[in-house]
């Protein structure tokens, strides 16, 4: 019985001592050890010390804007535009009609190209974008109207070439009357909800824009507000930056694009996604909220394929087009913008769906979309 009772006693303490290595005492007695033992593993430790509190502080601010906004109801909009549907040989009155009536898009941001609505110095051509807004009122969908020189889809900015030829002191005046002439059209508008100005003003590596002056933006800003007071004014940012937008000028709302698939042209020439998770936008718009009192929008959320080199969204093999943007792709992408926790979420590249359906007997981006439209609506 004593030799039982020493044996039991031995591995007690054997077992003991398994224990108490993985317990924390022991792996801080550890972790002392390694912190004093060379200068660099300090340096080591305060970095990634400094990562996780950073890291946890955006987490929690992400959190408390989700919670904030979580009895906002979702609303699921789009950017149109006329020139994308006849690049991709489809009839426009015709493409919005369909996101309209039968996709059940709630929002719409709609552009004002200066090269199509001014083709000639003091000539302007409202026609094509008075039947855009008539359509849109008629159905009751509120509409974001883009505005300004650097606008939507390549190449961005959208210069008429009678412009082109002018220094900045001869083409910014001539952009400010028609930017006057625009707001002056529509302000009148009860479907037009808010402004958008100079999308991405601020984005240098992508496009052809010949000004990214801060100054003009800000005289463009104070433009249209005087022009149009009681608007809402929407400035964006670009899409994975960090910072908080708190220079001027200050409008009433942030818009931020949320790209997660691409193509990287320049050194692995592979599709790449973004690792970020929804919640790495919550908190740019939390601390954007906490710093300046103003809300953040999705206003542009990828919802087409990204085209490699060489190929043509219109015309690209089916499997091409699969490796970055499929119905599975896209409901993911989808509740991965309605989980940023802003609560206004425009879809980017409905054009595209809708020649997928009606070119190429490939309807199934459509039907998703339209399933999880109508599934947000009635959150």
Known sequence: MGTISRKSKVESRKSTSRISRFSLGYFWQQFKQWFRAKWWHKI????VAAVMLFVSGMYGIAQWYIWQNRHTPVRIGATFIPNYAKYLDLDPKETLNAMINDLGIQHLRLVSYWKDLEREPGQYDFSELDWQVDMADKAHVPVSLSLGL???RWPECHMPAWAEKLPKEAWQ?????????VVERYKDREIIESYQLENEFFLTV??????F???RLIK??????????NRKLIITRSNNAMGLPIGQPRPDEFGVSVYKRVWDKSVTKRYYEYPLPAWFYASLAGAGKIATGKDLI????????WMPDGFEIKTAPLEELDKSMNPDRLHHRILYGIGTGMKTVDLWGVEWWYQMKTKRDSPDLWKTAKYEINKASKK
């Open 220 to 229: 463009e800003a104070e433009l249209v507000k005087r022009l149009d007071p």
């Open 173 to 181: 005046p001539e952009l400010e009357k028609y930017i006057q002439k």
């Open 213 to 215: 002056d801060r100054n």
């Open 298 to 305: 999705v206003h542009e959320l990828q919802a087409e394929a």
């Open 44 to 47: 080591i430790a305060v970095v």
């Open 150 to 152: 650097r606008q939507p």
């Open 206 to 211: 992508f496009g052809i824009c010949p000004d």
